[in-house]
C-alpha cells in the first residue's frame, strides 16, 4: 500500500487550485459546484481579503494528504483562537473547561468561514471517501494531539460524513435550521397552493406590502453585477453585521475578490429605489441550492426583509430547478414562509476524556431535544397537514 504523506499548510495560497478542486468539487469539471464555500476560490478570496488571517483568530492550516504525490484528500482547516463566526456553538464548553482549569483556545476547526451551509468537509478524490476520511481524522486529532491543542470541530459537514466519521471516534452533534424544498413546483403559485389557507393568504399579503413600496427588485448574477452593486451592498452589510455581530466579519476587499472571482456563483437581489440601492440579499448559487448569506438596507420597508431574502430565492429557485433554499442560521420566523426545520450535522473530538464524556452525554440529550423539536415545528409549519407530512 502506497505510503500518504500528510501536510499542514499555512495558505489556501500553497495549494493549486487543480489540487484542491478536484477534491472539493469534482463536479466542477462539467458543471456548477456542489458546494460553492468549500472550492478553492471562495476560500483564497477570504484569504486575499484579510477576512481570514492571523489578525482575525481565523488561521488557515488547510491539511492535503497525497499519495505519490497526488492529492487524495484534504480539510479546510483553521487553528481558531475564539468561537465567533461558526454557527455551531460551543461557547459554554469553552467556559466549562476554563473555569476546570483547562486551556480550551486555541482549537482546530474544519468548516467555511463565517458560512452556516451543510456541505463535504472531508474532502475526497471519488471513490476514497473511506479511507480518506480515515486518514484526515488520524491526521488531524494527531495534529491535536501533538500541539497540546484541546479539540477538533467539523461543522456543517453531511449526514453521511456524520455517520462515517461517528465509527472513527468523533462525536456527532445535531442541530437544526430552517430549509425550504422544491416539490416540482411549477412556479411561486404552486408553492402556495400547498400552503394552509391562512398561510397562504399573509404570504400574498407580504409580497403584496413590500411590492407596493414603489421600489424595483432587480436578481442579478453573472455579468448582470457591476462594482459598483457591490459598493451599495457593503454598506447595507456593514449595517447588519454591525449590529449583528459588532464588528462585519467580512472586509469590503472580500466582495471585490467575489466579483473577480465568483460572480458567476453569486445571485444579488436588490431593491431600487430610481436609481440607487436601497436594500440587498447575498445568495451563493450551489448546483442543488440556494444559499442565502447577507441581508441589509438604508430604508426601511415593510416586508422587503422577506421579499429579497426568502420570497425571491424561492421565485430563482423553482426558475432554475434547484431543490433547496438555505436561508442561514437561526430565525423561527422562517417557519411560516415555507422554511421547515431540518436537521444539521457536526463533528467533535477533545483531548481531555473526562470533558469527552461529559460533551458526549450532552450531545445525546440534546439529539433527542432536536428531533423533538423538528417533528413538532414541522406539524406547526405553513402546509396543509397532508401536505406537511411529505415535507418532513
Same mark, same amino acid.
Given at each position: 500500500m502506497a505510503e500518504i504523506d500528510a501536510t499542514l499548510h499555512n495558505s489556501f495560497a500553497e495549494i493549486p487550485s487543480a489540487d484542491w478542486d478536484a477534491l472539493a468539487c469534482p463536479e466542477g469539471q462539467t458543471g456548477r459546484a456542489i458546494d460553492p464555500f468549500m472550492t478553492h476560490r471562495f476560500l483564497l478570496a477570504l484569504e486575499r481579503s484579510g477576512s481570514i488571517g492571523p489578525r482575525t483568530g481565523w488561521q488557515p492550516r488547510p491539511l492535503v494528504l497525497r499519495e505519490n504525490g497526488v492529492a487524495i484528500a484534504a480539510m479546510a482547516m483553521f487553528a481558531k483562537g475564539h468561537s465567533q463566526g461558526e454557527y455551531i456553538?460551543?461557547?459554554?464548553w469553552a467556559q466549562a473547561f476554563e473555569r476546570a482549569? #483547562?486551556?480550551?483556545?486555541?482549537? %482546530?476547526?474544519v468548516a467555511a468561514p463565517f458560512t452556516p451551509a451543510t456541505g463535504r468537509r472531508l474532502l475526497t478524490l471519488p471513490g476514497r471517501e473511506a479511507d480518506g476520511a480515515r486518514a484526515l481524522v488520524s491526521a488531524a486529532t494527531q495534529i491535536a494531539t501533538q500541539n497540546?491543542?484541546?479539540s477538533l470541530h467539523i461543522t456543517f459537514c453531511t449526514e453521511a460524513e456524520a455517520a462515517r466519521a461517528e465509527t472513527l471516534g468523533l462525536m456527532h452533534r445535531v442541530t437544526q435550521q430552517y430549509h425550504w424544498q422544491n416539490n416540482s413546483y411549477a412556479d411561486f403559485d404552486g408553492f402556495l397552493a400547498q400552503l394552509s389557507s391562512?398561510?397562504?393568504?399573509a404570504i400574498r399579503k407580504e409580497r403584496a406590502?413590500?411590492?407596493?413600496? #414603489?421600489l424595483e427588485v432587480r436578481? %442579478?448574477?453573472?455579468?448582470?453585477i457591476q462594482p459598483a452593486h457591490w459598493d451599495a451592498f457593503w454598506q447595507f452589510y456593514q449595517d447588519t453585521g454591525a449590529r449583528k455581530w459588532g464588528t462585519p466579519y467580512l472586509t469590503r476587499a472580500a466582495f471585490a475578490e467575489f466579483h473577480d472571482t465568483m460572480r458567476d456563483d453569486i445571485l444579488l437581489v436588490l431593491a431600487f429605489d430610481g436609481d440607487t440601492p436601497v436594500a440587498g440579499a447575498l445568495n451563493f448559487i450551489g448546483r442543488d441550492a440556494l444559499y442565502g448569506r447577507y441581508w441589509g438596507c438604508t430604508q426601511e420597508h415593510?416586508?422587503?426583509?422577506f421579499e429579497l431574502c426568502y420570497y425571491r430565492a424561492i421565485d430563482w429557485a423553482i426558475a432554475h430547478g434547484l431543490q433547496t433554499v438555505e436561508a442561514g442560521a437561526q430565525g423561527d420566523h422562517k417557519l411560516a414562509?415555507?422554511?421547515l426545520p431540518s436537521p444539521v450535522h457536526s463533528l467533535h473530538w477533545i483531548a481531555n476524556d473526562g470533558f469527552a464524556r461529559a460533551v458526549a452525554d450532552y450531545l445525546e440529550a440534546e439529539r433527542r431535544a432536536v428531533t423533538d423539536d423538528i417533528e413538532v415545528l414541522t406539524t406547526l409549519g405553513p402546509f396543509r397537514r397532508d401536505e406537511s407530512a411529505q415535507n418532513p
Open positions: 456553538f460551543d461557547h459554554s482549569g #483547562g486551556q480550551y483556545y486555541p482549537k %482546530l476547526q497540546n491543542l484541546s391562512r398561510k397562504r393568504k406590502t413590500a411590492n407596493d413600496a #414603489g436578481s %442579478l448574477t453573472g455579468d448582470q415593510p416586508c422587503l426583509h414562509r415555507g422554511y
